[in-house]
């Protein structure tokens, strides 16, 4: 099993309550504009602030609390002559 997932058994059940205030959130989402660049992948994106700006307001009227939370992993990924990880 690869490690991204997670035996069913040690996830908790979600209440209800959250699982229908989340899909209130989720059908509010529209698609962010890509403000930002990834000038090594020569790509552009949604920012997490633009995100968390977005989602903040409608997970606070659906009664949801944002909580950020980051991780830090590091990869030896093979590279193209690009330098993006394939």
């Known amino acids: 099993m690869p490690d991204t997932m997670i035996p069913t ?3 908790p ?3 209800v309550e959250i699982a229908k ?3 209130e959130v989720m059908s509010q989402i529209k698609s962010l504009p890509k403000s930002e ?3 090594h992948g020569g790509y552009q994106f949604a920012s ?3 995100f968390l700006a ?3 307001p409608l997970c606070a009227s659906a009664g949801l609390l944002n ?3 980051f991780e830090t992993r590091s990869t ?5 002559p690009r330098g993006v990880k394939i």
């Open 76 to 80: 030896n990924l093979p590279r193209s």
């Open 54 to 56: 977005f989602v903040g």
């Open 37 to 39: 660049n990834n000038e």
């Open 13 to 15: 059940a979600m209440p």
């Open 9 to 11: 058994s040690v996830v």
């Open 48 to 50: 997490i602030d633009a």
């Open 21 to 23: 205030a989340i899909g």
């Open 67 to 69: 909580r950020v939370q």
